[in-house]
């Protein structure tokens, strides 16, 4: 795992991932953890577009963190569409 890494946590990362979630990583933190395996991360979680909706903190199972992409979630253009253009 390395920043920018896209995560897809679920019930084997932790208990609290009931509901599986996606999430960009910005850090892991060099703290040490009082359990063996754990660690904690900062990130963002992604909605279904692969946008950052909200910054967390998240205590994790090494062991059940997926690495889905080593790059950022990007949603492509319909055909023949322009790329977005930025208002001013």
């Given at each position: 795992?390395?920043?920018?890494?896209?995560?897809h946590l679920t019930r084997a990362a932790g208990p609290?991932?009931?509901r599986p979630v996606f999430v960009r990583l910005i850090k892991i933190r060099a703290?040490?953890?009082?359990?063996h395996g754990w660690t904690w991360l900062d990130g963002y979680?992604?909605?279904?577009k692969g946008n950052a909706v909200a910054r967390r903190e998240l205590y994790?199972?090494?062991?059940?963190v997926?690495?889905?992409s080593s790059h950022p979630i990007t949603t492509t253009r319909e055909a023949g569409g322009?790329?977005?253009?930025s208002k001013l």
């Open positions: 795992m390395k920043p920018g890494d896209v995560l609290q991932f009931v703290e040490p953890c009082a359990y979680r992604l909605d279904e994790v199972l090494k062991e059940g997926r690495v889905v322009s790329a977005p253009r």
